[in-house]
Structures are given as C-alpha cells and as structure tokens.
C-alpha cells in the first residue's frame, strides 16, 4: 500500500480534549510537534457541518504517521460529570488502524499521555503492559514529554526541551502582543479556534529560525 | 487579567521570567541560556528587573501565558 498521504512521515494526529481547561497543555503541545518540524492534525482543522466527525477522525488517523493520545480526561471530576470517552474511542480507532493494515499505516506510532502515571490501569486495563507517559497537568511536562518521544523515535538534532520551553514562552509573549494590536481581546484570544492559533505559531516559527540551534 | 502594554523594547533587550520544575528562571531573550535560576518567583522578578536595564520584563504564568509585562520606563 502507498503512503495514503504525502506529509504522512510529519503528521500527528492529536487526540485530547479542545475545551478552554485543556488550553494551558494543548498551547505548548502544539507548539513542541511545530517545533520539531512536525505537522499538528486535528479534527477541528475543518469545519464543516454536513461532515460527519468520525468519517473525519478516521481519515485524519490514517494520514498521520504519528499520535498523541491525552486520555488523562477519562476520570470525572465531581459527582454528575461524565467523563471522556471521544479519546479512548479514538485511541482504539488509531490502534485498530495500524494493526488491521499493510504496508505503511503499519509503521504508525502513538503516544499515550495521563496526568498520573498508572491511574489509566484502572480504566483501561488492556493497555496496562503498554508503555506510557505522564505529565501531571503540568505544562513544561507535556514539552519534556512530547520532545522526548520524538527523540526516542529517532529524530535527530532536536533542541532540548528546557530550550522549547523557554522559546514557547517567548511565542506567548509575541502572540498576545500581535494579536492584542490587531484587537483581540481576552475572550478572544481564550476562545480562539485552534486552527488560528496553529496559524499563528507556524508563522511564528518561520520568522525566528533561531530556534534552530 | 494580565497587565499588557506594547512593548517598545526590542526583542533580544526583553527579559523574561519562566517557570520551570526546579523553580522561575530569568532569561533575557535571544540568550541560549537562563541568566539565573530562583526558587521563588518575587525574587526571579527582582532579579529580572536588575537585568533588564531599564527594558521590558516580562512575567509569566506557570502555563507560559503572560502574567504581567512591565514596560520599559525610558521608551513609555
């Protein structure tokens, strides 16, 4: 089977939740895959109403090379709030992907993220021999997480993740500063879609290649 | 909400306040590395004023988002 897409190799699928709480991980996860030239795929990349979702997800885990699978929102919280299921669903759909195909979906790789680190056992049982890791709702790990999957996997030369860090924060800086001069508000800028905000931090990356060191 | 301002100093003079693990970082943009590691953050603002010379600093939540951002005196 031929690669089912030209940027296959640089696409991650992302798989976490995309509500304003998840907002202060989700920021530096998109940054950290852009900054190590890699191509963040998500399922609100389009918006189209007459699309049904799971056609779209589907479609966006067989182009993608990569995962990233935050399912440390399975737990509820309080008594009455449901917890998550669109992530484990979706993590099963990119697992079932590459065990149930030739060829290249084959080579497809995943990384699965929880706040604790064997919290997930008690709910998702069958993934307890499976290697994975946690970042305790703690921005800078999600970098250090993220950075160092990619490292293991074979990418070479990539800065190190204290260096993401400080860079991502130095973006915020910029981002607000821009996008503040264009008329952006707080609200605005808290309820941004996330396609914009990749926009922005690709942008970003293009005109401070410094970060390249 | 966050104090802002435009800021007037230019980028490599700007001086940052970044949480890490270990504690808040001072690092002065366009630098490889932090100037100085602090444990507590009132004394990595500090120490950031010192550095910046009279130029922005600014100070960042733990998520990265700006928490405040002091503008340079001289070009206010």
Redesign the interface.
């Known amino acids: 089977m031929n690669s089912p897409d030209p940027d296959f190799s640089r696409n991650v699928f992302i798989n976490c939740p995309f509500d304003p709480e998840y907002f202060?991980l989700l920021?530096?996860l998109l940054f950290t895959v852009l900054f190590l030239n890699h191509n963040p795929r998500i399922a609100s990349e389009r918006f189209d109403s007459g699309e049904a979702r799971i056609n779209k997800i589907c479609e966006l885990i067989r182009c993608s090379r990569y995962s990233i699978h935050d399912i440390s929102r399975i737990r509820s919280k309080k008594r009455g709030e449901y917890y998550r299921l669109n992530m484990p669903l979706e993590l099963g759909i990119d697992i079932g992907c590459r065990l149930g195909n030739d060829g290249v979906l084959q080579s497809k790789t995943c990384l699965i993220l929880e706040k604790e680190k064997y919290r997930y056992q008690k709910a998702l049982s069958d993934l307890s021999s499976s290697d994975i890791k946690n970042h305790n709702n703690?921005?800078?790990?999600i970098v250090f997480q993220v950075r160092n999957w990619f490292t293991e996997l074979g990418l070479a030369n990539a800065p190190s993740a204290?260096?993401i860090?400080?860079r991502?924060?130095?973006f915020?800086?910029?981002f607000?500063?821009e996008r503040?001069?264009d008329g952006f508000k707080?609200r605005d800028l808290e309820f941004m879609p996330v396609p914009e905000y990749i926009s922005f931090i690709r942008k970003w990356i293009a005109g401070n290649p410094?970060h390249i060191? | 909400?966050?104090k802002?301002s435009?800021?007037a100093s230019p980028?490599n003079q700007?001086v940052?306040v970044?949480?890490?693990?270990d504690g808040w970082?001072v690092?002065k943009?366009?630098n490889?590395k932090?100037s100085k590691l602090f444990g507590q953050k009132e004394a990595a603002v500090e120490g950031a004023r010192k550095l910046s010379k009279g130029h922005d600093v600014?100070v960042?939540k733990?998520?990265?988002?700006?928490q405040r951002?002091e503008r340079s005196p001289k070009e206010s």
Not at chain 1, 138 to 141: G, N
Not at chain 2, 18 to 21: A, G, V
Not at chain 2, 62 to 66: C, E, F, P, R, T
């Open positions: 202060p920021r530096p703690d921005p800078e790990t204290t260096r860090w400080e991502f924060n130095e915020m800086a910029d607000q500063e503040e001069r707080d410094s060191t | 909400m966050a802002r435009t800021s980028k700007r940052h970044i949480s890490r693990k970082a690092k943009e366009g490889t932090a600014i960042h733990k998520d990265g988002s700006i951002w």
